[in-house]
């Protein structure tokens, strides 16, 4: 069998069903893969409502309806998960099918699943995933595949499938390609590799610039606003709007380019970093978050941490610009205030450092489905650099619970060896928890009295360990 194969056997299982449940998770690989799916089944003619679970654990598996229909899981069912569908009972091989791209679980019943990791495409999210499935389904030239295939952009860069090679690589860009044949998708290689460059103004797109992280530049507001002044880059439009990257012609971005490659250089910095390829839609309109794949992704995140994705799936994936987008707006506004808030909290308490990692536990001052992007994600660069940091947090509707997310970069990936899904991983499960994820980010669920056990200490070791 070929990934091909389990792509067309998956398609086949979900045309030749008389219903589908689309089970997905909340983030924005999850969102937009629920968006794919849903609108697959809609143009196959075939009946689907979707449920969203943060994750599949035995207190979210209630949510799946118990019915005839076919369940499709997607973004979820990887490790630690598939043994819950065993015991949920009346969920055999023709009543499951798994789209995923998280390490596979080893269970005794052989669910059907189209998931690249085991073929070695490990840069290629659920929502990529979904679209190949989806492409499959529907004759080429269909007019859905050029939405469809943006939506898998969003999913496949908001699930950090993008940064580690600066841009998308294999059947992740193949699919950016197909959009790009839509017209759904401008693909704009050796752009600046900076996040917010539709929307953020230029100085502050550069000052939250961390990956590279740009001597004099990064994290120092005043030092970037004469540094654009140096090269006579004005802060304003003609109109008085303040000036965002793509706002630049082309003299003025390479002019920056040039004048932060120099920068980095004088200071000893790897430049190799500094570009990276984006992915614009010429649909949307210039200036909203919509507007390229990195912060659709963010708007995204923000209703499903905010416990709205159906605002962002079934309803701004699927076109809607009126009230659902303004409603994912408003979350994305408060979103964003949140994490600043949250933020500010870390730096201002400071972490507990250990060996090889730092950790701080909030408590319940945070919800749980943000510490990881706002605390984790967005600390990181104002702290010690060559550390993992963990968060760790109570759960408002389950106080047995612990929830753990950790972030590291790409160097310490890349040279350091470090492997975040494997420690957490490894280290929940020897507490009766369970995690996931990726090397430069993952989660992880654990009984509340292990926190007092020593977990941060025990992920240390094995974090130290896979540095040696």
Not at 166 to 190: F, M, N, W
């Amino acid at each position: 069998m070929t990934f091909e194969d389990d792509v067309r056997a998956v398609a086949r299982q979900i045309q030749d069903a008389d219903a589908v449940t689309v089970i997905s998770h909340i983030d924005a690989d999850g969102i937009t893969s629920e968006a794919i799916m849903m609108q697959a089944c809609m143009d196959a003619g075939i009946p689907a409502q979707s449920v969203f679970v943060r994750q599949l654990e035995p207190m979210t598996m209630k949510y799946v309806p118990e019915d005839c229909s076919l369940k499709v899981f997607i973004d979820l069912g990887g490790a630690g998960q598939q043994n819950l569908l065993e015991e949920r009972g009346g969920m055999g091989t023709e009543d499951v099918a798994i789209i995923d791209h998280h390490v596979a679980q080893n269970v005794e019943t052989p669910y059907l699943q189209a998931n690249g990791h085991p073929y070695g495409y490990t840069q290629l999210s659920a929502a990529g995933v979904g679209y190949l499935v989806a492409k499959e389904m529907n004759p080429p030239g269909h007019p859905h595949l050029g939405v469809l295939a943006q939506n898998a952009v969003v999913g496949n860069v908001g699930d950090m499938m993008a940064r580690e090679h600066c841009g998308l690589t294999g059947p992740a860009r193949e699919i950016a390609a197909d959009g790009e044949r839509a017209g759904t998708i401008r693909i704009v290689p050796q752009e600046l590799n900076c996040y917010g460059i539709s929307t953020r103004p230029l100085r502050v797109c550069l000052t939250f610039s961390d990956d590279p992280f740009i001597p004099g530049i990064s994290n120092n507001e005043l030092k970037t606003e004469a540094f654009l002044r140096k090269l006579g880059i004005e802060e304003r439009t003609s109109g008085g709007r303040q000036q965002v990257w793509e706002d630049l012609d082309q003299d003025e971005k390479s002019a920056i380019i040039n004048g932060l490659a120099q920068q980095m250089l004088a200071t000893g910095q790897d430049i190799s970093r500094l570009l990276a390829e984006h992915y614009i839609f010429p649909n949307e309109a210039k200036g909203t978050p919509l507007r390229n794949a990195s912060e659709y992704a963010t708007m995204l995140n923000a209703c499903g941490r905010w416990a709205k994705p159906r605002v962002g799936g079934s309803a701004v994936c699927a076109g809607d610009r009126a009230q659902a987008y303004r409603e994912g707006e408003e979350m994305l506004r408060h979103h964003k205030r949140i994490i600043r808030e949250m933020m500010e909290h870390i730096l201002d308490t400071g972490t507990t450092a250990l060996s090889h990692m730092q950790h701080i536990h909030v408590g319940d001052r945070f919800p749980d489905t943000i510490v990881g992007i706002g605390g984790a994600g967005m600390a990181l660069s104002k702290l010690d650099y060559e550390k993992p940091i963990m968060i760790l947090c109570y759960l408002n509707d389950d106080p047995d619970l612990v929830k753990v997310s950790m972030r590291t970069n790409t160097r310490m990936v890349e040279r350091g060896g470090v492997d975040l899904q494997a420690a957490l991983i490894t280290a929940s499960e020897e507490i009766g928890g369970g995690g996931g994820g990726h090397k430069i980010a993952a989660g992880a669920y654990i009984p509340r009295n292990a926190e007092e056990g020593g977990f941060a200490e025990r992920v240390n070791r094995i974090i130290a360990k896979q540095r040696n």
